[in-house]
């Protein structure tokens, strides 16, 4: 059964230091989302990807974060400089279209000193 | 806008008992309606999913949940809770007028008593 597939799945760093996260969504999906899922709540929309054109980043904190889609398959989200605020669960998902299904992947869990 | 709110932060539920995950949802034209489960440091898995076409939704290890309109209502069952549904469960809302952004609720939590 295809999978979301993400790296790396725990990432430590320090405050102000880049992290990059890396996702590959499922074969022909052409939606791609980024969440973040702060512990003990539930996910938040990042970014929407259709193909390589963002469709929704309007919660992105984009002075620190950003994301791409260069090839509209594979996608990078990256934080930089992480802030302590930003630990949590970075999840991504994929789906045929915006109406369908979304699956998710395993997550990166991020850790800021 | 969509909202989704699910009563009851944690759960917990004896060996072989019903299982009863509330979702209350908000919005102002025919939602979808999603529910999700995930366990320890993994990501979200569809359990089951609510499309405008039947109001009882069978879904996946014996769970199912009702669509119920008058109630704005999606409340998630099992007859028989077993040992390995002890998990996160979450409830979500899209819809079209808001580009099928998926509003997720802040979980629940099942415990699964021996």
């Known amino acids: 059964e295809a999978e979301v597939a993400q790296s790396p799945r725990y990432k430590i760093t320090e405050k102000s230091q880049a992290v990059a996260f890396w996702c590959d969504p499922i074969s022909g999906h052409a939606t791609l989302y980024w969440y973040r899922q702060i512990l003990g709540q539930g996910p938040e929309l990042l970014v929407q990807f259709q193909d390589e054109s963002v469709v929704d980043d309007s919660q992105l904190p984009k002075d620190r974060f950003s994301a791409e889609r260069l090839k509209g398959v594979d996608s990078t989200l990256k934080i930089q400089p992480a802030e302590l605020g930003d630990s949590a669960m970075y999840l991504c998902?994929?789906?045929?279209?915006?109406?369908?299904?979304?699956?998710f992947g395993p997550g990166t869990r991020l850790l800021v000193l | 806008a969509q909202s989704v709110t699910q009563l009851g932060s944690h759960v917990s539920v004896s060996e072989g008992a019903l299982v009863l995950l509330r979702c209350n949802y908000s919005s102002s034209v025919p939602p979808y309606l999603f529910w999700y489960v995930q366990y320890p440091n993994q990501g979200l898995q569809l359990l089951l999913k609510?499309?405008?076409?039947?109001?009882l939704v069978k879904g996946i290890n014996g769970f199912e949940a009702e669509f119920k309109k008058s109630e704005t209502s999606f409340h998630l069952t099992k007859p028989s809770a077993h040992m390995s549904d002890a998990a996160e469960y979450f409830c979500?809302?899209?819809?079209?007028?808001?580009?099928?952004?998926?509003?997720f609720g802040t979980g629940t939590s099942l415990t699964v008593i021996p």
């Open positions: 998902a994929s789906s045929t279209d915006s109406q369908e299904t979304q699956y």
């Open positions: 979500a809302v899209s819809a079209p007028n808001t580009g099928n952004q998926f509003y």
């Open positions: 609510y499309t405008s076409a039947a109001t």
